[in-house]
């Protein structure tokens, strides 16, 4: 049976996306959505779509999953009219831009009982896959630290998404959410979060540091930022060894394992197309069976997430807000 998708958004992470779809053949985009039905036509011309919507039409559409790939602020007001509608969704990173909005979307999702998911691709590449896999065999022994650097060079400009407050724009959204996220994965969510950054002009965060610590004694170290290329390298360290996934590891090809005492082993482990048809795939395959989260990708670890960032920005200074959106 193919899972007919639609996509709220017309930016370039909805266009990635959509080209993913040729990987999957149990999954079509069928209807794209765009505060403008006319702008929603111009990208579904460009690869077939009959759909053309405005948001409020879109969540009424004829589909089965909606894809939620507008800026970060946008992501609560959309995700709580599909799932009134009784659509499941796949909310883009970062899932919401307050840890309070994504408390209610949350909620929400599981008082109807219909399927959302948080959008982290990394989760599903074959190579964290692999390493996920590799930590629960007990192949580094018990996991005690994890490190994550996530940075990329982008020009200040208080205009663009990147930037602007309004749009959820700064590091620790847009980056730092991989790192968090990576954390996470292997560690859970933390007890206490100590942060520190830089601000551009217009108050939003340009490069982050974190450190998060468990009172067990477990702790990851933690960067990104917007004004530096970094190299994007994440180690688990084990008591047997580590684990680690090479540049850039939020889409990795492959890992490398080093176990105490012997020589390491790197493993090829590609993506198929950009990476992102491995969540179409779990959204299907949890569709199919009847489940309201994914296992893989679960709701309480995208709240996790949330807390150590709202609790970051708060320590930077930085309050985030909800936008309303037309529908």
Not at 301 to 321: F, N, R, Y
């Amino acid at each position: 049976m193919t899972t007919r998708w639609g996509i709220a958004g017309t930016g370039a992470m909805a266009e990635v996306f959509l080209r993913d779809f040729e990987h999957v053949p149990d999954a079509e985009a069928v209807a794209i959505g765009s505060r403008s039905r006319e702008r929603a036509a111009g990208l579904a011309s460009s690869y077939g779509i009959a759909g053309a919507h405005t948001y409020g039409e879109l969540v009424g559409a004829d589909i089965d999953v909606l894809y939620i790939a507008t800026p970060h602020p946008q992501h609560h007001a959309l995700a709580l009219a599909a799932i009134e509608a009784g659509v499941p969704v796949l909310v883009e990173k970062a899932f919401t831009a307050t840890l309070a909005g994504a408390r209610e979307v949350v909620a929400a999702a599981r008082e109807r009982g219909v399927f959302c998911m948080e959008a982290m691709w990394t989760r599903l590449q074959p190579a964290v896959v692999e390493a996920r896999r590799l930590v629960e065999a007990g192949e580094i022994g018990e996991v005690v630290a994890v490190q994550a650097d996530l940075g990329a060079h982008r020009d200040y400009d208080p205009a663009s998404r990147l930037f602007d407050p309004a749009l959820g724009g700064g590091a620790t959204l847009d980056l730092g959410v991989y790192v968090i996220s990576f954390a996470q994965d292997f560690l859970g969510t933390p007890d206490r979060v100590v942060a520190s950054g830089t601000r551009y002009p217009n108050g939003t965060d340009a490069s982050v540091t974190m450190h998060l610590a468990y009172d067990d004694g477990r702790g990851a170290s933690l960067a990104c930022g917007l004004t530096t290329e970094s190299p994007g390298r994440a180690v688990i360290w084990g008591t047997g060894g580590s684990i680690e996934l090479p540049p850039r590891f939020h889409h990795p090809t492959s890992l490398v394992v080093r176990r105490n005492g012997q020589e390491a082993e790197t493993r090829e482990l590609p993506a198929r197309g950009r990476g992102y048809s491995h969540e179409i795939d779990e959204v299907g395959r949890c569709l199919a069976a009847g489940l309201t989260e994914s296992p893989v990708v679960p709701l309480d670890d995208t709240l996790g997430v949330q807390w150590v960032m709202e609790e970051t920005l708060s320590q930077l200074g930085i309050t985030t807000t909800e936008a309303t959106v037309e529908l």
